[in-house]
């Protein structure tokens, strides 16, 4: 069919032929017998020239003494034209000399076949663009999600150091002298702290720091100073900062470290890292071998010069609470060591069963939906948020490494694990 021409439809026939012919002599006979039929306008010839007809394709089989086949005529008239020339067709009862016989099959419409292809194209379209739309947006929703957790501790090393997991691919390393000033920095959102974790710097951190600006975070006393000289002495320091004096690095709040650790940043004209929003919580306690190097380093010092005015002794650890039930102080030893240094929180029931085990960061969240919950034992900060939540929920007994100044309802209990004798 000429290119102008827009096919609508396909008019199919079958035939049979008592007598052996070919496919031109199909042809000629529709041609032939329905010339003139309909008037001069319907002539399949004229039809053609105006691009209302296209090619007709003609299928021929012979079996012994008889031919059977298939026509199909694409036409762009309207349907009733197509339906005439149908029926003229019909009407054709010789091939040559020999008798025949033809059979409309059906007239389609191709549009509506077209109409289907491309709505199921369109589909397809459809749902591809949203597969793709759903997985970028729970691919940002991912980004989100991971940007607000707290980052994890590992080991670097032979020595196994512990570590943040952003000091392997992070442009700043943070040295902290242990364990619990890298936890504490993970706390607050800062995972590219490792700690040295001894007076003799160990190897791989002199090889972790190589290439990269490294900030030395230390403790504000005597023996941060002695650590510091240490340091100085193989690792090259970009900036040297220190926790408030008297005071630790795994004592500092998330807020005074995030203050402290911007002005490293900022001074060396590098952007301010966003930390993770972790959720602020007690320190562990401090570690054994962190405190025999200190004490080395302060015996050790006490030759070079005079000895230091002595502070007032530390007030006694607290006793247990008396009006706690030993039901209750057991339950809560029984939980401590589950979430202590994870970042969890544990919900009971009346009978000190446990409800649930989530992050401190979803407790508030997950309150309402632990039916019958009485208890709630927490690896952080008892807030006035998390009260006002709990006496909410009908929770009778809160424990925690520590308290803010909470106004506490009189049917709500507010402990801390010194307070019961877990921890001094």
């Not at 052996?20 to 010339?35: C, P, S």
């Not at 459809?126 to 597969?131: G, I, Y």
């Not at 000895?307 to 247990?320: C, D, F, I, L």
Request: with cysteine.
């Amino acid at each position: 069919m000429p290119s102008t021409g827009i096919v609508k439809y396909h008019v199919k026939l079958k035939f049979e032929v008592d007598g052996l012919v070919e496919k031109a002599d199909i042809i000629g006979a529709i041609f032939g017998q329905t010339e003139g039929l309909l008037g001069p306008e319907m002539n399949l010839n004229e039809l053609q020239k105006v691009s209302k007809v296209g090619r007709i394709e003609v299928n021929v089989e012979t079996r012994g003494s008889m031919a059977r086949g298939d026509a199909l005529i694409p036409m762009s008239t309207d349907i009733s034209t197509a339906a005439l020339i149908a029926a003229a067709i019909e009407s054709i009862d010789k091939v040559g000399p020999f008798q025949a016989k033809f059979q409309l099959v059906g007239i389609d419409d191709i549009r509506a076949i077209k109409k289907k292809v491309i709505v199921d194209r369109a589909k397809k379209i459809v749902q591809e663009w949203a597969t793709k739309t759903i997985s970028e947006g729970e691919e940002m929703l991912k980004d989100v999600y991971d940007a607000s957790k707290p980052g994890k501790l590992t080991a670097y090393g032979k020595a196994q150091l512990a570590c943040g997991t952003g000091v392997f691919d992070s442009e700043w390393i943070i040295l902290v002298e242990g364990r619990a000033d890298v936890i504490n920095l993970l706390r607050a959102g800062y995972d590219n702290a490792i700690a040295i974790e001894g007076a003799k710097i160990d190897e791989t951190v002199v090889k972790l720091t190589e290439g990269k600006k490294v900030v030395a975070f230390l403790d504000g006393d005597r023996a941060g100073d002695l650590i510091l000289k240490e340091l100085q002495g193989v690792v090259k320091i970009d900036k040297v900062l220190r926790a408030p004096t008297g005071r630790e690095v795994e004592e500092c709040t998330p807020l005074e470290i995030s203050e402290i650790l911007k002005d490293a940043y900022v001074t060396e004209g590098a952007p301010a890292p966003v930390p993770h929003q972790a959720p602020p919580v007690q320190m562990e306690r401090r570690h054994p071998r962190r405190e025999r190097e200190r004490e080395r380093y302060r015996e050790r010092e006490e030759y070079r010069q005079p000895p230091p005015e002595q502070p007032a002794a530390p007030p006694a650890p607290p006793a247990p609470t008396t009006s706690d039930s030993p039901e209750i102080v057991s339950a809560i030893k029984d939980v401590f060591p589950q979430i202590n240094e994870t970042l969890e929180a544990v919900i009971l029931d009346g009978s000190m069963k446990q409800l649930l085990k989530v992050p401190v960061s979803e407790v508030i969240k997950r309150l309402d939906s632990a039916e019958g919950a009485k208890m709630l034992v927490i690896d952080g900060i008892v807030t006035q948020r998390l009260v006002d939540a709990a006496d909410k929920a009908g929770i009778e007994y809160i424990v925690g490494h520590r308290t803010a100044e909470v106004r506490k309802p009189t049917n709500l209990m507010v402990r801390t694990f010194g307070d019961v004798g877990i921890v001094s």
